[in-house]
């Protein structure tokens, strides 16, 4: 068995240093949400040295909401959004640079809307088909781009909480967060394990990411990374970056 194990750095927080050892895929902040030149020279380096692979962190252009507030914009805005934060980053990390994974509210801006998702989609397989997507499992933003051919991961995530579509819950919502180290590495066994995840009502999802989350910017992120590890380790699941599936959606 193997999984990648992502998490957002290069956002300023102070943990980057430390969670890198413990992961496999690095989403770094390309001057959206966060990060600059120098952040993103620092952490394309600690990638480099750990042998993890690099991926551009795309998000709005919203410094003071972290990127976390949806800005409104044209299809054809977003894709420039995001074509140049992967290209920004690409600058620095060259032909290292693995992947791309939308941040915050972009990423759950293309997971509804379909014009800017396929705007993303057709910016991306024209400009870097090479680059793997990470994408929501399951997700419409994750389809159109497997239907693009470009290589997608389908992502699930270690601390933010399920609603009962499989949509990841508001992070003003109650269970939204999960903060408990030995909770969420019980829910990454279970992920690789047995391909589900329970719902914030409890009810179980069915969900086989190729890509766990885990956000560098939490209340504890290197505990909850180092549980997430030793029982990933302990179950004997390889913790490596993914080449992504191409082709059409999995089914069931």
Excluded at 47 to 69: C, M, N, Q, T
Excluded at 98 to 118: E, F, I, P, Q, S
Excluded at 178 to 202: N, T
């Amino acid at each position: 068995m193997t999984i990648d194990l992502n998490c957002d750095l290069g956002e300023g927080g102070v943990h980057d240093a430390t969670l890198m050892p413990l992961i496999s895929s690095a989403n770094i902040a390309c001057g959206g949400h966060a990060g600059d030149e120098t952040t993103m020279a620092a952490a394309v380096d600690l990638a480099r040295r750990h042998g993890v692979a690099i991926g551009a962190h795309p998000g709005y252009l919203d410094i003071a909401g972290f990127g976390r507030r949806e800005v409104p914009l044209t299809p054809e805005a977003t894709a420039d959004l995001v074509l140049q934060q992967v290209a920004a980053l690409a600058r620095i990390a060259g032909p290292r640079l693995h992947h791309v994974k939308l941040h915050g509210a972009l990423y759950a801006t293309v997971n509804r809307d379909l014009d800017r998702a396929a705007a993303v989609v057709a910016a991306l397989a024209d400009h870097w088909p090479r680059l793997a997507v990470y994408a929501l499992a399951g997700s419409p933003f994750a389809s159109l781009a497997r239907s693009a051919g470009l290589a997608v991961a389908a992502e699930a995530f270690l601390d933010r909480g399920y609603a009962v579509d499989g949509t990841l819950l508001p992070r003003s919502a109650p269970g939204a967060v999960i903060r408990d180290p030995l909770a969420a590495a019980a829910r990454a066994c279970r992920f690789v394990e047995a391909g589900l995840v329970a719902s914030v009502a409890g009810t179980d999802l069915a969900i086989r990411p190729d890509t766990l989350c885990l956000h560098g910017d939490g209340s504890d992120p290197v505990s909850l990374a180092r549980a997430v590890r030793n029982a990933l380790d302990d179950a004997g699941v390889a913790v490596r970056p993914p080449a992504g599936r191409r082709g059409p959606p999995d089914i069931g």
